[in-house]
């Protein structure tokens, strides 16, 4: 079965600061990867997707998101967080053949002190 | 475009009353999702239709609860007899994508938020 893991559950920072949040998974096959972000208040959105290619991929607003396949790990990176980055970010999971669920680690909850 | 609307947006009942969630896609999208965050936890699948069939209910908790989409457009949720475990927020997504690899991004709604006491 599929399943993701995210390490960490609470993160503060500082405005500037860099950004990494873990993010592993464990499928038997090949997969999509996406990072979703919920804002205070708001829906979850589509911050960025993997399916193939280049495995560096960059999303909204300066993410961006490195997929290591022998690690099966797919990281979110951002050189200078803002306050307006203060959110709830998710990692999740497809496989990419028929009518894959997608499925969610828990969530980290990111705060950005100004 | 209108996005993904859920209603309602928060509810509170008691034990054993029943709650009906509602979930209006985006037009024209065939895959309609329905997802449940317990406090905490991680967000999980329960099901997804294709139009109006019900191609995956492996994640539905039990037969308290019912999920319909007549006529492939809106949905439905409810949950009969509501438990105390219940509580969380339910989350419903649509993509537009029809067929046997479905890549397309899920567009979320805000989720209702349930409550049970």
């Known amino acids: 079965a599929q399943s993701v893991s995210q390490h960490n559950h609470h993160v ?15 499928y038997g096959g090949t997969v999509n990867l996406f990072w979703y972000v919920q804002y205070p208040g708001q829906h979850l959105q589509l911050l960025l997707k993997y399916f ?36 709830e970010y ?5 496989g990419n053949t028929g009518f894959q669920k997608l499925v969610f680690g828990t969530g980290t909850r990111l705060l950005v002190s100004p | 475009e209108a996005g993904v609307t859920q209603f309602p947006s928060h509810s509170v009942i008691e034990k054993g009353q029943t709650v009906t969630l509602r979930c209006d896609p985006i037009s024209g999208h065939d895959n309609l999702y329905w997802y449940r965050r317990v406090m905490g936890k991680e967000i999980k699948f329960l099901l997804h239709f ?13 037969n308290r609860f019912l999920a319909e989409r007549t006529g492939g457009t809106y949905s439905t949720l409810k949950v009969q007899p509501a438990e105390l475990e219940d509580s969380g927020v339910y989350f419903c997504a649509s993509s537009q994508f029809y067929g046997s690899t479905n890549t397309g991004e899920l567009f979320f709604g805000e989720g209702s938020r349930l409550t049970v006491l």
Do not use: H
């Open chain 1, 52 to 87: 193939s290619g280049d495995p560096l991929v960059k999303g909204i607003k300066g993410f961006e998101a490195e997929f290591i396949k022998s690690k099966f790990s797919f990281n979110l990176r951002k050189p200078s967080v803002q306050w307006s980055d203060t959110a």
């Open chain 2, 50 to 62: 294709v139009k109006e069939s019900k191609q995956d209910e492996s994640g539905m908790p039990n």
């Open chain 1, 90 to 94: 998710f990692c999740a999971v497809k």
């Open chain 1, 12 to 26: 503060i920072l500082s405005e500037a600061a860099s950004l990494e949040l873990g993010c592993n998974y464990s």
